[in-house]
């Protein structure tokens, strides 16, 4: 699976959420205007995008890694008991993963995605009863699909308070939701939506969690309601995991906490924590 962001995606992300413009950006990194521009359509300058990275907060080196297309795929993010289902938004794909117990055969799903067609095959036909299903946040492209899903599976629908949606209960706070053999454990991830939610399993044989759009593999969701609560609570939230923590992100593939750590722009190493 591809990528979700680009290194020019990462860099209007991170313009956007500190209020930067290109005039801003260009005095504070020294950049012309012209390479400036020229990063932001996608062409690759090694001086320009190691330049740019510091005002942005970006750790420098995993920037330009993302430029060269060097970001290395994260490895060992299967694990049993959880599915991917990806479908297609507006030209873009989204995520919405089913975890199960193999030996209960009781399930949760992660959001709907736009397709809930695949998911109820499969549980149908591996016999998985969804007694749940957990929303990370309520935009269109992660809930498009929950009148066809809560039907066909008969679950109840949780989602945070801080972003109530018709029709689902909602919890406040660590909740804490167990079924089957599986435990779900609710951390907030503020910032992208205003009751974004990170979901802790634990009862596979990895720890996983679901991030929704607070966190991608090499980038992070943009930060609609605050960029710098996205990334404070992205830090106390996901960074706390135990590394090898699978993370299971609303777009682009999967990929662990050790690995974000090293290779993220928003969070490695030399990331200024603006937030
Ligand atoms: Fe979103």
Excluded at 13 to 26: E, S, V, W
Excluded at 130 to 141: E, K
């Amino acid at each position: 699976m591809e990528l979700e962001d680009t290194f020019s995606d990462v860099i209007g992300k991170a313009q956007r959420g500190l209020g930067l413009d290109d005039r801003a950006l260009a005095r504070k990194s020294g950049v012309g205007a012209e390479v400036l521009s020229g990063l932001k359509a996608g062409r690759f300058d090694e001086a320009g995008l190691g330049a740019v990275a510091g005002p942005l907060g970006l750790d420098r080196a995993a920037l330009l890694a993302l430029g060269k297309g060097a970001y290395p795929p994260p490895e060992g993010t299967d694990v049993a008991g959880v599915e991917t289902f990806t479908s297609a938004f507006d030209g873009m794909r989204v995520n919405a993963y089913l975890v199960w117990n193999p030996a209960t055969r009781a399930g949760i799903a992660f959001d709907t995605g736009t397709d809930g067609g695949p998911m109820l095959e499969f549980v149908g036909g591996r016999g998985i009863r969804v007694p749940l299903i957990l929303l990370t946040h309520t935009h269109d492209d992660h809930v498009a699909e929950l009148a066809r899903l809560r039907e066909g599976t008969g679950a109840h629908v949780f989602v945070s308070a801080s972003e109530p949606l018709d029709g689902c209960e909602t919890f406040a706070g660590d909740h804490r939701f167990k079924i089957g053999g599986l435990e779900v454990a609710t951390r907030a991830t503020t910032g992208h939506s205003a009751g974004g939610t990170t979901y802790v399993i634990s009862g596979l044989e990895r720890p996983v969690a679901v991030v929704g759009d607070a966190l991608f593999a090499g980038s992070m969701g943009g930060g609609f309601v605050s960029f710098r609560d996205a990334l404070r609570t992205n830090r106390e939230a996901i960074f706390t995991l135990p590394d090898e923590t699978i993370l299971c992100p609303g777009h682009g593939p999967r990929t662990t906490v050790g690995h974000e750590k090293r290779h993220n722009p928003f969070f490695a190493g030399g990331a200024a924590g603006l937030g």
